[in-house]
């Protein structure tokens, strides 16, 4: 999965950096690296266990602490 990749799951799910980080249970910045282009400095491949979570994610598994809509219960 390449940084274009990642942005666009990220966008489809409707989350942000730091909600797709706590579900991938890094830090936010680590979601900012995989999301740049690879001639940044800072630019990391995302781990094989993030693609297989975000993948899972795009085809409907919902975990518990999913963030909530706004407004939602």
């Given at each position: 999965?390449?940084?274009t990749e990642v942005?666009?799951a990220?966008?489809?799910?409707?989350?942000?950096p730091?909600?797709?980080?706590?579900?991938?249970?890094?830090?936010?910045?680590?979601?900012?690296r995989?999301?740049?282009?690879?001639?940044?400095s800072?630019?990391?491949?995302?781990?094989?266990?993030?693609v297989?979570?975000i993948?899972?994610?795009?085809?409907?598994?919902?975990?518990?602490?999913?963030?909530?809509?706004?407004?939602?219960?």
């Amino acid at each position: 999965m390449n940084h274009t990749e990642v942005r666009a799951a990220r966008l489809a799910l409707g989350l942000t950096p730091a909600e797709l980080a706590k579900l991938l249970d890094v830090g936010t910045q680590t979601v900012t690296r995989m999301e740049s282009t690879p001639d940044r400095s800072k630019h990391r491949l995302p781990a094989v266990r993030m693609v297989r979570l975000i993948r899972a994610y795009l085809d409907g598994h919902r975990p518990a602490d999913w963030p909530k809509e706004e407004g939602k219960a």
